[in-house]
């Protein structure tokens, strides 16, 4: 039966757990400080699948007709992180002489919610993809 759980019933690793989800709900919605290290890469990674994956796939091998491949990306390894939340900021026009695929990249993944705080969080991911941090 589904009702309130009072502190003395729900076993702590639960409570634990829900805690960890909520944290990780704040940092969702931009509370708190801006993740650093580690830390920033799974929140990129997770922002990654939200607004990337789509295109360049969940693991960042590509999705034909889409997105490139990011898994050892010229692009991604040749750049800083800061460069690449440029890149981010702005996307990709279909255009584009360097735009392979002809598929418009949008600007923040055609997420305008993410804030450069989750660009950089998303080039710290991808930085970590391509083993060049």
């Known amino acids: 039966m589904m009702g309130t759980f009072s502190r ?3 076993p702590l690793a639960i409570r634990a757990l829900l805690l960890v989800g909520l944290l990780s709900a704040v940092v969702a919605c931009g509370g708190g400080p801006a993740p650093t290290g580690n830390a920033q890469v799974a929140r990129g990674r997770q922002l ?3 607004a990337c994956s789509v295109c360049h796939g969940a693991t960042g091998a ?3 007709g889409l997105g490139k491949g990011l898994l050892g990306n010229v692009f991604v390894r040749n750049r800083g992180e800061a460069e690449l939340v440029g890149f981010l900021q702005v996307g ?3 255009s584009d002489p360097q735009n392979v ?3 418009t990249m ?3 993944g055609g997420n305008p919610n993410l804030t ?3 660009l950089a969080a998303i080039a ?3 930085k970590s993809m391509v083993g060049n941090r």
């Open 116 to 118: 450069d705080a989750d």
């Open 124 to 126: 710290a991911y991808l």
């Open 92 to 94: 990709r026009a279909a």
């Open 62 to 64: 590509g999705m034909p």
């Open 8 to 10: 003395s019933r729900l």
């Open 48 to 50: 990654y699948q939200q």
């Open 101 to 103: 695929t002809g598929v």
């Open 106 to 108: 949008p600007p923040r």
